[in-house]
């Protein structure tokens, strides 16, 4: 059973930067590519981040320059480095693997809040 565990969150003032961390186990993480997605009240869950089983990242064009993704495969864990946060930044951010999409597992995912 795949289990994600999301940290790093809190509250910051716009210009700020953040850095979640997420832990997933209980699959083959180094095969499986990582996202990160997150939900702002009232929206649709969507895609923020992606990083291949080599590495390769990908962003979504609202956050591209700004956020960094990361994975380090020996301890499971994947990374999110925000910096120059703004108020839109403001969301539920939650971590995946291809398996936990797959099984539509979720984790609890963790609130960040950028003041304006």
């Known amino acids: 059973q795949v289990q994600l565990v999301e940290s790093g969150g809190g509250l910051v003032q716009s210009g700020g930067a953040l850095r979640l961390s997420c832990h997933i186990s209980g699959s083959a993480f180094s095969a499986y590519r990582m996202y990160w997605y997150r939900q702002a009240p009232g929206k649709q869950r969507e895609l923020v981040a992606q990083i291949d089983t080599g590495g390769l990242p990908n962003y979504a064009d609202s956050v591209k320059g700004r956020f960094t993704i990361s994975r380090a495969n020996t301890r499971e864990m994947v990374y999110l480095q925000m910096n120059n946060l703004k108020p839109d930044d403001t969301a539920v951010y939650y971590c995946?693997?291809?398996?936990?999409?797959?099984?539509?597992?979720w984790g609890p995912g963790t609130q960040v809040t950028v003041s304006s």
């Open positions: 995946n693997s291809d398996l936990g999409l797959a099984r539509a597992y």
